[in-house]
């Protein structure tokens, strides 16, 4: 899923060989999950791949890099109406198709009040991304349709998206993992919106530390999406299990009068924020909460206005 204005899109994707499709059932056996999650990390990718994309009447050319996946801004000829819009990918070998799917770009207009940037470990999903052990289980032995949402989540993101408003989930999850969350967001009724992740890995230890590293790459895709829409003001929700907070908190100076409140989820036994934090959000009239379960967010955000009753 791309996004972009109605001057500038961005669209990203990967062309990979071995890679089965993955149809899981809340009834599939712990070692059904474990081969299809094993899979993900172990198929093949494409380098110097040219891929065409089609946006309505006009075509554009891309190619993929040394690790199979292809990044690319466009400037169309023509603007697209607020909303979701179709995009077709095709991989062409001596000018004969050989391959063709679909994808989807959402363009964002002037009339969403703001936009919701989300994290999704241990913020919307429930994923124990501090405790290795119990992380592996998760991943290794459950599917999307298995794994679990926290309590209210669904509904509390439904009422931020009315009137419009986008959603974004910046996350530290590999693009290995896309299929997966585009699965679990529809079965769980989570808002669509594009999913920024970290790069594609491969291989068994990938998976094995699957979203881990430094997060940086949370900042620059934020800094990203703050610069595309300069005049929308935005929502962070994240978790103390990482680094949400100090991200935020970049994002808080970097872009002042951006930012209308910051929602972080207790993750273990952190209890509190450090006193310069809270001052800093304080100080910017931001509020900054960190939040038991999803029914103090929604409160906070309906007194806020944000949501309506």
């Known amino acids: 899923m791309g996004y972009g204005n109605q001057g500038l899109i961005y669209l990203k994707g990967g062309v990979l060989e071995n890679r089965p499709e993955f149809e899981t059932k809340a009834s599939d056996k712990r070692r059904r999950n474990f081969r299809i999650m094993l899979s993900r990390y172990l198929s093949s990718p494409i380098p110097e791949m040219d891929v065409q994309i089609i946006l309505g009447k006009e075509n554009f050319t891309t190619q993929t890099d040394e690790f199979g996946y292809f990044s690319v801004w466009v400037e169309p000829e023509h603007s697209f109406e607020p909303g979701w819009h179709k995009a077709i990918y095709v991989i062409n070998d001596d000018d004969k198709e050989i391959y063709r799917t679909r994808g989807e770009f959402l363009i964002v207009g002037q009339e969403a009040?703001?936009?919701?940037?989300?994290?999704?470990?241990?913020?919307?999903?429930?994923?124990?991304?501090?405790?290795?052990?119990?992380?592996?289980?998760?991943?290794?032995?459950?599917?999307?349709?298995?794994?679990?949402?926290?309590?209210?989540?669904?509904?509390?993101?439904?009422?931020?998206?009315?009137?419009?408003?986008?959603?974004?989930?910046?996350?530290?999850?590999?693009?290995?993992?896309?299929?997966?969350?585009?699965?679990?967001f529809r079965i769980r009724k989570i808002p669509k919106g594009p999913f920024l992740l970290q790069e594609y890995k491969s291989g068994l230890r990938d998976l094995l530390f699957t979203g881990g590293g430094s997060h940086q790459h949370k900042q620059d895709k934020i800094n990203r999406l703050m610069t595309l829409f300069p005049k929308l003001k935005f929502i962070l929700i994240g978790d103390s299990g990482q680094r949400d907070t100090e991200i935020y908190r970049q994002a808080l100076h970097e872009f002042p009068n951006r930012i209308l409140a910051v929602y972080i989820r207790k993750i273990g036994k952190k209890d509190d924020f450090d006193q310069k934090t809270s001052q800093e959000f304080e100080e910017k009239g931001v509020p900054l909460l960190l939040l038991e379960n999803t029914e103090e967010a929604f409160v906070h955000a309906k007194k806020m206005g944000f949501i309506k009753a």
Request: net charge neutral.
């Open 113 to 184: 009040e703001f936009g919701t940037i989300s994290d999704i470990d241990d913020t919307i999903l429930v994923s124990h991304a501090t405790q290795l052990f119990k992380k592996l289980r998760l991943i290794m032995t459950k599917n999307a349709k298995t794994r679990l949402p926290f309590e209210g989540v669904s509904e509390f993101y439904q009422k931020l998206r009315s009137k419009g408003n986008p959603f974004f989930y910046v996350s530290s999850s590999e693009w290995n993992l896309y299929e997966f969350l585009q699965d679990f």
